[in-house]
């Protein structure tokens, strides 16, 4: 029951924290808001000894039972990795943000927004159910959107959230098909179900379109080319926000679910083309990129694109273990996700740091434009040498985590030659060549960071405040994620053993124990290939650092001056102009013109339907008799309906209108449903009277004075539209494919415990529908209200400046 609480504790924490922050003074609310991700990252350490054993958590809480949507978590080894990282993170974040932000900023909305992002990422790793996981992997795009967006009254930071929003969700519809076409093959939506029986299903015809969208939610959430363009424009969120979401949770969710689908798609060779060529191409584009930017934020935005593509491509190259039976390469095939999970822990750490260090010199310099900077050794030593720890570690230097698991990298890309089961020929060197010169560019961002930043000339009239070290408590959190980048170097077979082993038996259950699935992971191991690749990586790196200005210059040169991000811009600005062309074409203000349009398309599309499939058939025989009360109903509707059109004032179509309302509740009482008929003279009777006071303040109505060829058109839409609908009405009742569903709602006392037919159906059956409906009404009240109280303090401004 514990880990249900884990997830909903955050979302209870920011209900909460608006309210609290009335009360806390200025930033104090930070050290409220600390308690839950430090006290939920605890306990979680506390369940490591139970799963490093191999021991699962799952509880089951009932939900939509019927359509198996429960709410069921399931705690394992994978998920306890994204766990500790999104609540030990969390908790630093907190607290570098207690000393970053200002007083001014509306802190409460700060943090409910960050605990909303919190929840829902603990909802995307611990959810068993499809469904589920959905919603949560939704409600992080959501959350992400208003954080990014924080600082609202910047056109970039709205243009950030939008544009992270837009790509992200459009993904997530996707991957909410795929879980569909999952359902529908499995009969299941629990991924543990999903995983155990998918071997039954690989042939079927929904299998690799339910792959392909998987993998469009998880390439968009976690940034991988192309959809990678959302971001760097997302760096204009606050840099707590960017170290949080964009170093170590948010762009990990896609790693999540490619890691979490792999037993189930691994096996298929689309899968690993897929994951590991988008993984390549986005670890090149990203490093490429990073080289170029001015911005220290950007120039980390785009290498988090690129160590997001280094870990996915490592995940790709690993699902071959799952192509074939076992054998005696299976085991070396696991060592690529192994060294994803590792650089996946080693990312969050540097990288984290990094986004922290940048802040600070944001923060304490008022600028994080590169040329800028310089000489701020002296100046800032402690933000110093976190920064070069962190970027020495993203490059993949020795004494830190980033060498291990770049050197773990480099193994798993040269092995790439000998994956004889896919036969994947010139890629298999083609892949090796990519990730070298991609590690080539990464050293060289690498060296900027720190040298460009902290070494050669000290320009103080180009800084918009004096240089000096932050305080002690902005920077205890990166000086905590550095000394992991340190101590993991020097003990990494702790994270191996306690974190990464169970991890591995999640991603390959059927090779849970074998015996090198978890491999010792040492800093040395001889003068070989890998070590070859690391040694020329520093040397060309050095090279290409060394005289960067004479060859920046390829940057500016077409093609490679057009970028994915000014299609992104340019096609949505066609969208929005080319809608608004359009939506000024029949958007004349006028009703009649409405009436028009939609009546033409409706005959179109549904007269056109029954045309198209031949859907004639009319069938009265098993009809009841109409009865002569009802032809004389009927014949009245007839005459009202038509008197209607000949009416020359408002009042006499009012009443004649109200004939036919009234006309349909006597057809009700015939047809023995006195409720119904009830509601509809209570209905007929409110809308008349509202109509009568209403046109009695109108003025005259006159009639307009239209073309024939107009009235000619106007007729026979109106007559079309009522044979459609009558022809419709007709073929539907003479065609009964199924039994009638009211057979189901008849047993609605067994079902609902009403004997009311109609309330069961609006208060349990159609329970949701009523309350979203509700929901709606409840929203539009309050914009009302709003309007309403800006329009009063408008007055009484006005009224006090007089």
């Not at 909460?16 to 806390?24: A, E, K, N, S, T």
């Not at 009416?647 to 179509?653: F, I, L, M, S, Y």
Request: proline share 3%; charged share 10%; net charge neutral.
């Amino acid at each position: 029951m514990f880990i249900p609480i884990v997830i909903l504790a955050p979302f209870m924490a920011a209900l909460l924290v608006p309210f609290i922050y009335r009360h806390i003074p200025n930033r104090n609310i930070g050290w409220f808001v600390i308690i839950i991700p430090l006290t939920l990252f605890l306990i979680m350490v506390s369940f490591i000894p139970a799963i490093s054993k191999g021991k699962t958590f799952i509880h089951t809480i009932k939900w939509i039972d019927t359509a198996g949507i429960n709410f069921t978590t399931y705690l394992d080894g994978l998920s306890m990795i994204f766990v500790l990282l999104i609540t030990g993170i969390g908790a630093l974040v907190v607290l570098y943000s207690i000393y970053y932000l200002s007083e001014r900023e509306a802190l409460g909305r700060f943090y409910a927004y960050l605990l909303l992002f919190m929840g829902s990422m603990l909802g995307v790793v611990l959810s068993d159910n499809l469904m589920v996981l959905y919603v949560f992997w939704e409600l992080t795009s959501i959350s992400s959107f208003l954080l990014i967006a924080f600082w609202y009254h910047r056109k970039k930071s709205r243009y950030g959230a939008q544009k992270s929003l837009l790509i992200t969700v459009s993904g997530g519809i996707a991957m909410l098909a795929g879980f569909i076409m999952l359902y529908v093959m499995t009969n299941t939506f629990s991924v543990r179900e999903i995983i155990a029986t998918i071997s039954d299903y690989t042939g079927n015809s929904l299998f690799v379109p339910a792959m392909v969208l998987v993998l469009l939610g998880a390439f968009t959430k976690s940034a991988q080319f192309p959809f990678h363009i959302w971001l760097p424009d997302a760096m204009e969120a606050p840099t707590p926000v960017s170290a949080y979401l964009h170093s170590a949770t948010m762009v990990k969710a896609g790693i999540y679910i490619v890691a979490r689908f792999t037993p189930v798609f691994g096996g298929e060779s689309i899968w690993f083309y897929a994951v590991t060529c988008v993984g390549i191409i986005t670890l090149f584009w990203g490093s490429f990129n990073a080289v170029r930017q001015k911005d220290l934020k950007a120039l980390l935005a785009y290498s988090t694109v690129s160590q997001l593509g280094l870990i996915m491509s490592l995940l790709g190259l690993g699902s071959v273990a799952h192509a074939n039976d076992y054998n005696v390469n299976t085991i070396l095939y696991t060592q690529a996700t192994f060294a994803a999970l590792f650089h996946l822990i080693n990312h969050a750490t540097f990288k984290g740091a990094l986004f922290m260090v940048v802040g600070i010199l944001d923060h304490q310099l008022g600028t994080r434009d590169i040329r800028r900077l310089g000489g701020l050794m002296a100046l800032m030593p402690i933000t110093f040498t976190v920064a070069m720890i962190g970027s020495f570690s993203m490059a993949g230097l020795p004494p830190f985590n980033g060498f291990l698991s770049k050197e773990m990298f480099f193994e798993a890309m040269l092995f790439a030659r000998h994956f004889d089961e896919l036969s994947i020929g010139a890629l298999a060197t083609l892949i090796p060549v990519i990730a070298w010169i991609a590690s080539v560019f990464t050293f060289v961002y690498s060296m900027i960071i720190v040298f460009q930043t902290f070494f050669g000339a000290h320009q103080p009239a180009r800084l918009d405040r004096e240089a000096h070290e932050a305080p002690i408590g902005m920077l205890v959190s990166p000086i905590v994620l550095v000394c992991f980048v340190v101590g993991i170097f020097f003990f990494p077979n702790v994270i191996g053993k306690w974190i990464l082993q169970p991890a591995m038996a999640s991603i390959y259950p059927a090779l849970e124990g074998a015996p090198g699935l978890v491999p010792r992971i040492a800093a040395w191991h001889g003068f070989n290939a890998t070590l070859a690749l690391t040694v020329g990586v520093v040397v060309v790196g050095a090279l290409l650092y060394r005289y960067l200005q004479y060859w920046r210059g390829i940057y500016t040169a077409s093609p490679l001056n057009w970028n994915l991000d000014t299609l992104y811009t340019n096609t949505l600005a066609k969208l929005g102009s080319g809608s608004e062309a359009l939506t000024n074409r029949y958007m004349t203000g006028y009703l009649k013109d409405y009436f028009v349009y939609i009546f033409s398309f409706f005959i179109v599309l549904i007269g056109g339907g029954l045309l198209w499939l031949g859907s004639f058939h009319i069938d009265t025989s098993k009809d009841s008799v109409i009865t002569v009360n009802e032809y004389i109903i009927i014949f009245v509707m007839m005459i009202a309906a038509c008197a209607i059109l000949f009416a020359k004032a408002r009042t006499t179509a009012i009443l004649l209108n109200g004939v036919l309302g009234y006309s349909i509740a006597f057809l009700f009482v015939i047809f023995r449903a006195p409720d119904l008929a009830l509601t509809q003279i209570i209905v007929e009777t409110v809308t008349t009277t509202l109509f009568l006071l209403v046109f009695y303040f109108l003025p005259e109505w006159k009639r307009e004075s239209s073309a024939v060829v107009t009235k000619l058109v106007n007729g026979i839409i109106s007559v079309a539209v009522g044979v459609v609908v009558t022809v419709l009405a007709l073929a539907v009742q003479g065609n009964k494919m199924f039994d009638s569903i009211s057979l189901y709602f008849e047993d609605s006392y067994n079902l609902a415990g009403g004997k009311n037919i109609v309330n069961t159906i609006l208060g349990d059956f159609r329970a949701f529908d009523t309350m979203l409906e509700v929901v709606v009404l409840f929203i539009a009240g309050l914009a009302v209200f709003s309007i309403i109280k800006l329009k009063s303090r408008k007055e009484e401004k006005d009224v006090e400046s007089e």
